[in-house]
């Protein structure tokens, strides 16, 4: 199992900042099969970003993702109030696994 | 759009069969995967395991032998149940839409049903 480490666990940030996330992996993920995820309280895990820089459907393009191998990153370019929450990344080439997450906190 | 309604018991005690349904609306169900994902505080996000609509199935390992996933593609419903429960099964769990077989990520989930377990 490929197991996901997620740093810093905590990111205190101001509307406006900049934000960089890290994800690395026990393991190479082959072809890039990494995908990010944003969560806030009582709801489900929204997804951003897959095949580790490809935005989903209707997320804003403040939201970047970038790395290959075992290193991968999620930038938020500049944070709106919206953007604090939870994000998880998630590895699709074997079988699935999460990291624990980085709080994004004001 | 596409949606996923689950639902199921929320309050188990040890030992009973945890057992939940997810619904979809919209999309094709038959071109997806479809997955059961559980929260804990203790174990963060956990792939549980993935069934598509002609019933291929597969499992997490640790968990494959208390478990049970079944389609009624007449409903475009999936099922899950767990079965000898304990405390280390309580969590939220989630439904979700899968890509392609264990190669996927998740792109529409459901809302979320918390199961605890508890004597």
């Known amino acids: 199992e490929i197991v996901l480490t997620q740093s810093p666990g905590t990111l205190s940030l101001s509307p406006g900042e900049r934000a960089p996330l890290s994800c690395r992996a026990s393991?190479?993920?082959?072809?890039?099969?990494l995908a990010w995820y944003q969560q806030k309280p009582g709801q489900a895990p929204r997804l951003l970003i897959y095949?580790?820089?490809s935005r989903a459907a209707g997320v804003p393009d403040r939201f970047s993702g970038s790395g290959s191998g075992t290193d991968f990153a999620l930038t938020i370019s500049r944070l709106e109030p919206e953007d604090f929450a939870v994000y998880y990344c998630?590895?699709?080439?074997?079988?699935?696994?999460f990291g624990q997450g980085t709080k994004v906190e004001i | 759009q596409v949606q996923l309604k689950q639902w199921g018991a929320g309050v188990l005690k040890p030992a009973e069969t945890l057992s939940l349904t997810c619904a979809v609306y919209?999309?094709?169900?038959?071109?997806?995967?479809w997955s059961w994902i559980r929260q804990s505080p203790g174990k963060g996000l956990e792939w549980i395991g993935q069934?598509?609509?002609?019933?291929?199935?597969d499992y997490k390992p640790s968990l494959e032998s208390r478990l049970t996933m079944s389609v009624d593609t007449s409903k475009n419903q999936f099922s899950l149940k767990l079965s000898s429960v304990t405390a280390a099964d309580t969590a939220v769990y989630f439904c979700?839409?899968?890509?392609?077989?264990?190669?996927?990520?998740?792109?529409?989930w459901g809302q979320g049903t918390l199961v605890a377990v508890s004597s």
């Open positions: 069934i598509n609509h002609s019933g291929s199935i």
């Open positions: 919209g999309g094709s169900f038959s071109d997806y995967y």
């Open positions: 998630q590895q699709y080439g074997s079988s699935p696994t």
């Open positions: 095949g580790a820089s």
């Open positions: 979700a839409r899968g890509q392609d077989g264990l190669l996927s990520y998740f792109d529409y």
């Open positions: 393991q190479t993920i082959s072809s890039r099969f």
